[in-house]
């Protein structure tokens, strides 16, 4: 059975991995000329899928990848004095198996891990998609697939294709994600140092493995900002724009951006789709139900929607018409949860007024003295579903254990 998976970044080759040890034939096609190198940002795997990445057989190399992240130090641009919080206390109360790794370094693994076993094509992308799944790409001939799966992120190309324009199916949740990579000037190792603000925050890390920095900027605004998701120039000056007046190291930061190698700005957006399949496509990752770019645990719940996808697929022998359904409902709880967990945790990261930034100080403050079980106890008491990734149970799929890939 001959599967088309679009997108290399993390819930594609993920995929592609368990569907090739129960024995599809498995083709991934990236837009990108080759895989990424550029570090991109820090994210987080928690419980399920670091369980499920030990399963794969990767868990030393992510481990070797952590950002080793420790300390946090806040700033207000009121002048309060700042407020520091070692890093483990908060992931502690978040999840008791956890790991913060660059994006690209993760994509790097899982790409390795599969490389031998699944073909790879790169600086193509997939113009159209028909019932009987014939499909048509930029540069290759066309080719049929048994199943096409988009794991193309955010702005998928195969749900625009099969289901619509993405403006049919996103949900803003009032703020923008920026990151890009600086000179490390700080000499940050390990440590976040920011400033938080009315409606913005920005803040700069770095990590051992890392020659440079990455800048992070988060900020809320009342309506929605006019530009298109690849027109780098417009959302550089976006953010200028809402940064500009900032203090601490802001200005120097943000002096860097058309120096930066590499820059990312996007909407916090959730998805909605009534159903991730159409036919013989189904989405999976944060092209079908991402939670919110930075503040939903979309890596994580890539990586176990990919798992889920694979683990149906080879119970049903490939059978779509059972299999994505059945993939709908056992991941379906865990991505409303997580919807309800981002548009939460976006109205925390960024105040929305004066009191509200005192009180996110005072509580980093408070945080930082107590014990670390306290500590837990206390974020898990006022922060509802705080351990909503660590809930999550893995469903055993015996049609993947102990399969091996194809010779």
């Known amino acids: 059975m001959r599967i088309l998976i679009s997108g290399a970044s993390v819930a594609g080759p993920v995929l592609a991995y368990w569907l090739v040890r129960a024995g599809f034939d498995v083709t991934v096609v990236e837009r990108a000329p080759a895989p990424r190198k550029t570090g991109g940002h820090a994210v987080d795997l928690f419980r399920p899928a670091m369980d499920i990445v030990e399963r794969m057989g990767v868990l030393e190399p992510i481990m070797a990848g952590a950002t080793g992240t420790h300390t946090l130090t806040m700033h207000t641009e009121s002048g309060a004095r700042p407020a520091e919080l070692e890093f483990r206390r908060i992931m502690g109360a978040v999840s008791d198996r956890h790991v913060e790794i660059m994006r690209d370094d993760l994509s790097e693994i899982f790409h390795d891990l599969t490389r031998d076993d699944v073909h790879y094509v790169f600086g193509d992308s997939i113009t159209s998609i028909t019932p009987e799944g014939e499909v048509t790409f930029e540069r290759a001939a066309p080719a049929a697939y048994d199943l096409v799966i988009g794991a193309d992120g955010l702005h998928s190309n195969v749900r625009r294709l099969v289901f619509g324009p993405e403006s049919d199916f996103t949900t803003w949740i009032g703020a923008y994600l920026a990151v890009a990579s600086v000179p490390n000037h ?222």
């Open 186 to 407: 700080l000499g940050l190792d390990g440590r976040v140092e920011g400033v938080m603000g009315v409606d913005r925050t920005a803040a700069i890390y770095g990590a051992g493995h890392l020659d440079d920095a990455r800048a992070v900027f988060l900020f809320r605004t009342p309506r929605p900002l006019d530009y298109h998701h690849r027109d780098v120039a417009r959302q550089k000056e976006l953010l200028r724009e809402h940064f500009g007046d900032a203090g601490w190291e802001v200005p120097r930061i943000l002096a860097e951006l058309d120096r930066s190698p590499a820059f990312y700005f996007d909407s916090i957006t959730q998805l909605h789709l009534d159903t991730w399949s159409r036919g013989r496509v189904t989405l999976v990752g944060d092209a079908g139900y991402c939670p919110g770019p930075a503040v939903g645990g979309s890596t994580s719940l890539a990586v176990v929607g990919a798992y889920v996808l694979a683990g149906e697929l080879a119970a049903y022998d490939g059978d779509h018409t059972r299999a994505f359904p059945a993939y709908e409902a056992e991941l379906g709880e865990y991505v409303r949860r997580s919807r309800t967990f981002a548009v939460n945790a976006a109205r925390r990261l960024v105040p929305g007024g004066r009191f509200e930034l005192w009180a996110l100080n005072r509580g980093v403050r408070l945080v930082n003295r107590l014990p670390v079980a306290l500590t837990r106890a206390m974020v898990q008491a006022t922060s509802k579903g705080v351990r909503l990734h660590d809930s999550i149970v893995l469903k055993d799929y015996p049609a993947l254990r102990g399969a091996a890939p194809r010779p």
